[in-house]
Nanobody, 116 residues
Framework: QVQLVESGGGLVQPGGSLGLSCAAS????????MAWYRQAPGKQRELVAS???????NYAGSVKDRFTISADNSMKTVYLQMDNLKPEDTAVYYC??????????WGQGTQVTVSS
């Protein structure tokens, strides 16, 4: 089975930066789309950013120009660089992957807290 392991979450002050990583292992060979979602307490899970195997990116309006999604050459690791973080960015961030066969996988989530 495919496993997604997120890392890089933590506590940061407003205006600070964090970098998240998501590494895929197991039977998945490459991906169609990798994405980051987030969910704050009492809120619906929302798409933050996504990237296709060809490098096309998409961002939620609330994070555009502050966050950057990227993937390594193996297409099995995705990153989310988060700059100029705001308190409203506080959430559990989840890695999401669609593989070449159209199957979807989720990570366990990593907490990002933006607070003074």
């Amino acid at each position: 089975q495919v496993q997604l392991v997120e890392s890089g979450g933590g506590l940061v002050q407003p205006g600070g930066s964090l970098g998240l990583s998501c590494a895929a292992s197991g039977s998945m060979f490459g991906f169609r789309i990798m994405a980051w979602y987030r969910q704050a307490p009492g809120k619906q899970r929302e798409l933050v950013a996504s990237i296709t195997a060809t490098g096309t990116t998409n961002y939620a309006g609330s994070v555009k120009d502050r966050f950057t999604i990227s993937a390594d050459n193996s297409m099995k690791t995705v990153y989310l660089q988060m700059d100029n973080l705001k308190p409203e960015d506080t959430a559990v961030y989840y890695c999401n992957v669609d593989d070449p066969l159209g199957r979807t996988y989720w990570g366990q989530g990593t907490q990002v807290t933006v607070s003074s």
